[in-house]
């Protein structure tokens, strides 16, 4: 296998992805060429040491859209980070939904921690001053629209009623995850956790101390309400979510492989043991990667869009918590995953099928796609 030559067809991807007016990373090809708030901040994340201008222009863009109004047919509110918009909407597909349309419960999230990441690599201070209003309007956001019900955890349903049911990764316009609203993700209260303790280190570099210590203060409750719901110590796993009752979600999923990269069970050793022991099981994990969807849940589909097929951006978004807390053997194992998949199919789509030992190609698969080719590229150029 030629790395070199995977890390041209990568990059030359990119550049076919990269907007020319607006410098973000569209979501993938054929089906998605527009920016998804959640796809372009994960994709700026995975190039953030490659190019950088890609995570400044994918913030500006999205800090130019943030949401401003409650406008409930595009699931607008104040501080909102959108979901999905197009710079010139009669050369894009028809979707049931108006754009700028903002149906996405952790975008907003994902918005500050690229923030995070943009200052610490740049220590541009203006810049960081010309944005800090927009870092506090999300997280107003977070605090009031986002959590609906006032238990500290972000929430959704849908406003919308042709807009998406489901609004966290693993969006749909259909109730495939079967779970009633509004609905807690597990992985979204991660991405919150993160962003309290991004901003409340941001608040302090512009000696806005009083709010410094009220996003910690607001973090440590997080975490804490986090650990007491979600956590289920009988069975040694993370709920998937909690639903409108705050009943929780068992099925074994992804998700909460996703808490590894946010520090939010930092000093709880024996929690990322465990679930790093179970994403690995055999009913999770297959020689090109963890399932989005365990094996062993009733509703287990392998070739399936959410619930059981193989997305290279979640096994790396994964790879960066293993990475995090020292598992670099099962951080490798993903990364040689993706390179499998990458030399059996010719390229590395958006999400792929394993059925009966054997690799296959899903037949709804963007390719060139952002966060999966930004995977892949991410691995390679992170070992040179």
Same mark, same amino acid.
Request: aromatic share 12%; proline share 5%.
């Given at each position: 296998? *030629? %790395? @070199?030559?995977?890390?041209?067809?990568?990059?030359?991807?990119?550049?076919?992805?990269?907007?020319? %007016?607006?410098?973000?990373?569209?979501?993938?090809?054929?089906?998605?060429?527009?920016?998804?708030?959640? /796809? &372009?901040?994960?994709?700026?994340?995975?190039?953030?040491?490659?190019?950088?201008?890609? +995570?400044?222009?994918?913030?500006?863009?999205?800090?130019?859209?943030?949401?401003?109004?409650?406008?409930?047919?595009? =699931?607008?509110?104040?501080?909102?980070?959108?979901? =999905?918009?197009?710079?010139?909407? %009669?050369?894009?597909?028809?979707?049931?939904?108006?754009?700028?349309?903002?149906?996405?419960? @952790?975008?907003?999230? !994902?918005?500050?921690?690229?923030?995070?990441?943009?200052?610490?690599?740049?220590? /541009?201070?203006?810049?960081?001053?010309?944005?800090?209003? *927009?870092?506090?309007?999300?997280?107003?956001?977070?605090?009031? &629209?986002? /959590?609906?019900?006032?238990?500290?955890?972000?929430?959704?349903?849908?406003? *919308?009623?042709?807009?998406?049911?489901?609004?966290?990764?693993?969006?749909?316009?259909?109730?495939?995850?079967?779970?009633?609203?509004?609905?807690? !993700?597990? =992985?979204?209260?991660?991405?919150?956790?993160?962003?309290?303790?991004?901003?409340?280190?941001?608040?302090?570099?512009?000696?806005?101390?009083?709010?410094?210590?009220?996003?910690? &203060?607001?973090?440590?409750?997080?975490?804490?309400?986090?650990?007491?719901?979600?956590?289920?110590?009988?069975?040694?796993?993370?709920?998937?979510?909690?639903?409108?009752?705050?009943?929780?979600?068992?099925?074994?999923?992804?998700?909460?492989?996703?808490? !590894?990269?946010?520090?939010?069970?930092?000093?709880?050793? =024996?929690?990322?043991?465990?679930?790093?022991?179970?994403?690995?099981?055999?009913?999770?994990?297959?020689?090109?990667?963890?399932?989005?969807?365990?094996?062993?849940?009733?509703?287990?589909?392998?070739?399936?869009?959410?619930?059981?097929?193989?997305?290279?951006?979640?096994?790396?978004?994964?790879?960066?918590?293993?990475?995090?807390?020292?598992?670099?053997? %099962?951080?490798?194992?993903?990364?040689? +995953?993706?390179?499998?998949?990458?030399?059996?199919?010719?390229?590395?789509?958006? !999400?792929?099928?394993?059925? *009966?030992?054997?690799?296959?190609?899903?037949?709804?698969?963007?390719?060139?796609?952002?966060?999966?080719?930004?995977?892949?590229?991410?691995?390679?150029?992170?070992?040179?």
């Amino acid at each position: 296998m *030629n %790395e @070199d030559r995977i890390k041209e067809r990568l990059e030359s991807d990119i550049q076919i992805l990269r907007e020319p %007016e607006y410098g973000y990373i569209r979501a993938g090809l054929p089906r998605f060429p527009a920016l998804f708030g959640r /796809d &372009s901040c994960i994709t700026a994340w995975q190039l953030i040491d490659y190019d950088i201008s890609v +995570a400044r222009d994918t913030l500006e863009i999205l800090a130019r859209l943030q949401g401003k109004k409650v406008d409930a047919a595009h =699931e607008e509110e104040p501080g909102k980070i959108l979901h =999905e918009w197009h710079p010139h909407p %009669e050369e894009y597909k028809k979707v049931p939904w108006p754009l700028p349309y903002y149906g996405s419960v @952790d975008v907003t999230s !994902l918005f500050v921690f690229l923030c995070g990441l943009y200052y610490e690599k740049t220590r /541009d201070f203006k810049w960081l001053e010309r944005m800090w209003p *927009n870092l506090e309007a999300a997280l107003e956001w977070c605090e009031r &629209s986002g /959590d609906t019900d006032g238990d500290m955890f972000l929430d959704y349903e849908q406003t *919308n009623p042709t807009g998406l049911r489901h609004k966290g990764w693993k969006d749909r316009h259909i109730d495939h995850l079967k779970i009633a609203a509004p609905v807690e !993700l597990v =992985e979204v209260q991660g991405y919150y956790y993160i962003a309290l303790r991004i901003v409340a280190i941001l608040a302090a570099v512009l000696k806005k101390q009083k709010l410094s210590t009220q996003y910690i &203060s607001r973090k440590r409750a997080l975490r804490d309400a986090f650990i007491e719901k979600f956590w289920f110590p009988e069975k040694s796993i993370f709920a998937f979510a909690l639903n409108g009752k705050h009943k929780a979600d068992m099925r074994i999923t992804s998700n909460m492989g996703h808490l !590894l990269f946010t520090g939010i069970l930092d000093g709880k050793e =024996e929690m990322v043991a465990a679930l790093v022991e179970r994403l690995f099981r055999e009913d999770m994990w297959t020689p090109w990667g963890i399932r989005t969807h365990a094996q062993s849940n009733p509703d287990f589909d392998a070739a399936s869009y959410h619930l059981g097929s193989v997305w290279p951006h979640d096994n790396w978004v994964i790879a960066q918590g293993l990475k995090r807390y020292g598992y670099i053997k %099962e951080y490798d194992e993903i990364r040689g +995953a993706l390179l499998r998949a990458y030399e059996t199919l010719g390229d590395i789509p958006e !999400l792929y099928v394993v059925r *009966n030992g054997s690799l296959e190609r899903s037949e709804i698969s963007c390719s060139p796609q952002a966060w999966a080719t930004g995977a892949l590229l991410n691995f390679l150029t992170q070992h040179e």
